[in-house]
C-alpha cells in the first residue's frame, strides 16, 4: 500500500500516534499552569469532553475493489497546495510551550507542507513567524479598540498573512483554568505586548458589538479573504458568505467559549450543505486521528485543523516534533483512505457514512 511513510524524528518516541499519551507526555514536561491553560475548557468542560468522540461515534461504509495502489492526500485550499486536509489551528501563547514559540511551530508546519494559522496572541515577533513559516493565515480578534486591530492586521499583510482568520465565537472570554504564568512575549514590542495580561493596552479585550460588517472591513482593510471562525450554525453560515466570507471554519473553540456548545462534529453537516462547493468549509475540535479527518471530509469540510495537539507536540519535541505530528496525520489519513477504497481526496464524500449525514 501506498501510504507514505512518516518522516521526521520517530513519531512514537514522541507518542503522536495516541493523542492521549502526546497530552499526558506534555503534562510531564510542561509547568502544571501551562498544560492546565491549554488543556483546558470553559465552566464544565462538557464541550471539551465531547468533542473527540463526535468524531469517533461515526461508522464507514468502505468500498472495494478501488485501486488504492498509490494515495494522494493533498489538495489545494485558497489556492494553496497542502500535502494533506490538515492545518495547525490559531492557539495562543506558543512560547509557553516552547522557547521559540510560534517560529518553531511555523517552521515545523512548513517542513511538513501544510499550512500554519498565526494566533493574533502570540508571543513571537510575526515577522520571525513569517520567515519561518510556509503559507500562512493570519488570526483576528476585532478589539475594543479598532485602532490596535488596524495595525496587527496591516502588520500582519506587510509580513506576507495570504488569508484572515476572523475569530467571531468570543465577544467575552468566559471563566476557564488561567496561566499564572509570567508570558514571555517580546518586550520591545507594543503590539505584541497588548496580549498580554497586565501589559495590556486599553481597548485590547474583543469588540463584543461586533456585526456582519467586520468581514467587509477586514477584507477592504487588507485585501485578503476573510475566513469565518467559530460558526455552529447553518443560518450563521450562509449570512456569512453573504457578507463577503472566503470560507467558514466550523469550531466551539476546542469548548473554551460557550459550554455546551454542539460539538463540532455534529454541526458540520448542516453548515456544509447551507453552504454548498464554491466556499470552502473548514472544522476543529477534537480531530485526533486520520480517521478522524475522513470522517470530517465525508461530512462535508474541505480541511481541518488543529489546536491542542500542535501545542503538546511542540512542548514535546520544538519544530520537528510540530512536523511528526503532522507527518503523523498525513499518514493515517493516507491508511484510512486507502482502506475506505478513497485514493484521492476528491473521492471522499457522504457516501462514506454509515446512515449517511
Ligand atoms: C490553548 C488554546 C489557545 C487558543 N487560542 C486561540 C486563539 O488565539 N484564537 C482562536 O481563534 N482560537 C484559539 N483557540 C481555539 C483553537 O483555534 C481551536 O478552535 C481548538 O483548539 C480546536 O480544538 P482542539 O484543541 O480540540 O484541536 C485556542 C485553543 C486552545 C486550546
Redesign the pocket.
Known amino acids: 500500500m501506498a501510504a507514505p511513510e512518516a518522516s521526521g524524528p520517530e513519531p512514537e518516541d514522541l507518542g503522536i500516534r495516541a493523542s492521549q499519551e502526546l497530552a499526558a507526555r506534555a503534562r510531564a514536561v510542561l509547568p502544571t499552569a501551562a498544560y492546565e ?2 488543556a483546558a475548557g470553559s465552566d464544565e468542560e462538557i464541550s471539551t469532553g465531547e ?2 468522540g463526535a468524531w469517533r461515534g461515526r461508522r464507514l461504509l468502505p468500498r472495494v475493489l478501488r485501486d488504492v495502489s498509490s494515495v494522494d492526500t493533498g489538495v489545494e485550499l485558497l489556492g494553496t497546495r497542502l500535502a494533506a486536509p490538515v492545518v495547525a ?5 506558543h512560547r509557553m510551550a516552547h522557547d521559540e514559540g510560534e517560529t518553531a511551530t511555523a517552521a515545523g508546519v512548513a517542513a511538513a507542507g501544510s499550512l500554519f494559522v498565526l ?3 502570540a508571543t513571537c515577533h510575526p515577522e520571525e513567524v513569517a520567515a519561518a513559516a510556509g503559507p500562512w493565515w493570519y ?1 483576528v ?1 476585532w478589539l475594543r479598540d479598532a485602532d490596535i486591530t488596524r495595525r496587527q492586521v496591516e502588520r500582519a499583510v506587510a509580513a506576507g498573512a495570504q488569508a484572515l ?1 476572523l ?1 467571531v465565537d ?1 465577544p467575552y472570554v468566559p471563566p476557564r483554568a488561567t496561566s499564572g504564568l509570567p508570558l514571555p512575549l517580546p518586550e520591545d514590542d507594543e503590539l505584541c505586548r497588548s496580549v498580554g495580561v497586565g501589559t495590556r493596552l486599553p481597548g485590547w479585550e474583543q469588540d463584543p458589538s461586533l456585526g456582519l460588517n467586520a468581514i467587509g472591513r477586514l477584507h477592504q482593510m487588507s485585501g485578503l479573504p476573510v475566513l469565518v ?2 460558526v455552529l450554525r447553518a443560518d450563521d453560515a450562509k449570512t456569512c458568505v453573504t457578507a463577503g466570507a472566503a470560507g467558514v471554519i466550523v ?1 466551539n ?2 469548548g ?1 467559549q460557550l459550554d455546551r456548545a454542539v460539538a463540532s462534529a455534529d454541526a458540520l453537516p448542516s453548515v456544509a450543505a447551507a453552504v454548498g462547493a464554491e466556499v470552502p468549509v473548514l472544522v ?4 485526533r486521528t486520520g480517521t478522524d479527518v475522513l470522517v470530517a471530509l465525508a461530512l462535508g469540510a474541505r480541511a481541518v ?5 500542535i ?1 503538546w507536540s511542540l512542548a514535546l519535541g520544538g519544530a520537528a516534533g510540530v512536523t511528526a505530528l503532522m507527518d503523523s496525520y498525513r499518514t493515517q489519513l493516507s491508511t484510512a483512505m486507502a482502506l475506505a477504497g478513497c485514493a484521492r481526496i476528491g473521492e471522499v464524500d457522504a457516501g462514506l457514512l454509515h446512515g449517511g449525514y
Open positions: 491553560f491549554y468533542a473527540a489551528g490559531p492557539t495562543a501563547f494566533s493574533s496572541r488570526q480578534y482568520v475569530t468570543a471562525k467559530g469550531s473553540h476546542g473554551r476543529d475540535g477534537g480531530v485543523l488543529l489546536g491542542r495537539p501545542v
